[in-house]
């Protein structure tokens, strides 16, 4: 059975698709653009979905960074692969929100997150998916290691991809990583209630080095 990230590559279609569909978007055509969109939709909201915990804001996200990436285009190599690039623009899109969002609530009064409609986009993604019990455990987490979390687990970017497009040393995120999987390993195991169960990794990456 393919991965989640490989099921999200074949919806791209291959590489030398991909990049026409760019060079073809950054010359001013629609329906190219509109390919990408396409391409990338069901990743980019699920991913600004467990980032956020919020579907309205998820929705939102996903379109502010199809917005600055269709505008980034003309500063974008077609020969590298899209889909980290994106992925990366997008998750600072998403702790973007989460800090204006802190910065709204000044009291213990916070909002609840948006929960899905039931025919919301992203109610669809996840209705056969579902990882409530993830999702809260990776809301607690700490920055950069959640960031580092999502792109690798749930993503399959891998550890150089990663450090190629926050420009952070590969060495750093994998300190990340090792450090982002204990906090993820220690809010599951506080989570008492009964979910999907979840194994994460401990020898995706190789073992932290301090910081």
Partial sequence: MPRRGDRDRDQSGDGSDEGRWIVAC????????????RAYQDVALRT???????????????????????RALRRFDPDRPFRPWFLTILANEARMYL?????????????EPGTPDEDSPVA?????????????ALMQMEEPFRTAVILHYFNDLSVDEIASETYTPAGTVKSRLF??????RVLLDEDDEPS????????????????
């Fill in 26 to 37: 950054r010359d001013g055509d629609h329906d190219a653009c509109a390919r990408i969109v």
């Fill in 48 to 70: 600004a979905f467990l980032m956020t915990s919020d579907a309205s804001a998820a929705e939102d996200i996903a379109q502010n960074a199809f917005l600055n990436a269709l």
């Fill in 99 to 111: 800090r204006s969002q802190r910065r709204l609530v000044a009291d213990d009064d916070a909002l």
């Fill in 124 to 136: 669809q993604l996840l209705r056969s998916d579902e990882r409530a019990r993830v999702r809260r």
């Fill in 179 to 184: 450090r982002g999987r204990q906090q993820l």
């Fill in 196 to 211: 999907v169960a979840v194994r994460i990794p401990v020898t995706s990456t190789s073992q932290s080095p301090e910081g």
